[in-house]
């Protein structure tokens, strides 16, 4: 029965109904779908939704298909029209309208200019990259989100010591990025911290899936201060590749120890098949 109520939900405890709607972004997410899966009128989870995120469910299904839509435009060589009817427009038109409207340049303009969407990010010396292309199995994880804005190291550390202080140091440990912030609004930004399992009694976990197809990794040695360092390593390396199309679902970080016990971040980027 739909508990017609005011009600506080935290951030991972709305993430299961998230999932719903990213899962489904490419068509309209029904009243009664939320009610049926958060237990609450969808007036009260609309309202604890806006809250949390700083805009409606339609408004997040509408940035998510055109975030989307911007990854494959820059990561594949997909059709335009196809990446349209993947996102859920029913023509280029209506596509190309919507496009606009939210990043200021046509469809076709974002895809000539990718160089120019990486480069006040790559403006940096570079450092060598060794590389490897790995199938990863997929593997189930417990999972805590927050928003993390700009994927700030303090957040995103802190999150991690909330982690580690209820279920002590685990390794491998996995980073889920989940939007690209060249392209989603930086405020928006939301990270996974996942571990492979919990301490009895731990609470706001997710058990989910992470990997499950082909990656390119590439690997972070120390801490996680200038990470963004290896990070602008890659794309740097990926823009001389045109061959190279990435898929534009989340990017995996894998913490580690070396035998030495140094920490080391294997980074897997998905691949476009």
């Known amino acids: 029965m739909v508990k017609y109520v005011a009600v506080q939900i935290s951030f991972n405890e709305i993430q299961k109904i998230v999932d719903h709607i990213e899962e489904n972004f490419d068509r309209e997410i029904t009243a009664d779908e939320i009610e049926h899966l958060s237990q609450y009128s969808y007036r009260n989870f609309q309202r604890i939704f806006f809250k949390i995120f700083k805009e409606t469910i339609s408004g997040f299904q509408k940035r998510l298909r055109l975030e989307k839509s911007y990854k494959k435009l820059i990561y594949t060589a997909d059709k335009i029209s196809d990446i349209a009817w993947e996102v859920g427009y029913f023509n280029i038109q209506s596509f190309s309208k919507a496009f606009k409207k939210q990043y200021h340049i046509s469809?076709?303009?974002?895809?000539?200019?990718?160089?120019?969407?990486?480069?006040?990010?790559?403006?940096?010396?570079?450092?060598?990259?060794?590389?490897?292309?790995?199938?990863?199995?997929?593997?189930?994880v417990y999972c805590l989100f927050i928003k993390a804005k700009d994927y700030n190291n303090q957040e995103i550390d802190d999150l991690w010591t909330t982690i580690e202080q209820e279920n002590g140091d685990s390794f491998p440990a996995y980073g889920i990025i989940r939007d690209q912030p060249l392209i989603t609004n930086r405020s928006h930004c939301r990270y996974?911290?996942?571990?492979?399992?919990?301490?009895?009694?731990?609470?706001?976990?997710?058990?989910?899936?992470?990997?499950?197809g082909k990656y390119i990794r590439f690997t972070h040695y120390g801490s996680f201060e200038n990470i963004l360092e290896t990070y602008r390593a890659f794309y740097r390396f990926w823009l001389t590749k045109p061959e190279l199309l990435l898929?534009?679902?989340?990017?995996?970080?894998?913490?580690m120890q070396s035998e030495k016990g140094e920490m080391m971040t294997h980074i897997y980027f998905p691949l476009h098949l």
């Open 107 to 140: 469809p076709a303009e974002a895809r000539s200019q990718k160089q120019e969407i990486f480069k006040e990010f790559l403006d940096s010396d570079a450092i060598d990259l060794q590389y490897e292309i790995k199938y990863k199995d997929a593997v189930s």
């Open 192 to 212: 996974g911290a996942a571990i492979l399992n919990t301490a009895p009694g731990a609470s706001g976990f997710q058990q989910t899936e992470i990997f499950g």
């Open 247 to 255: 898929d534009n679902s989340d990017v995996i970080e894998e913490h």
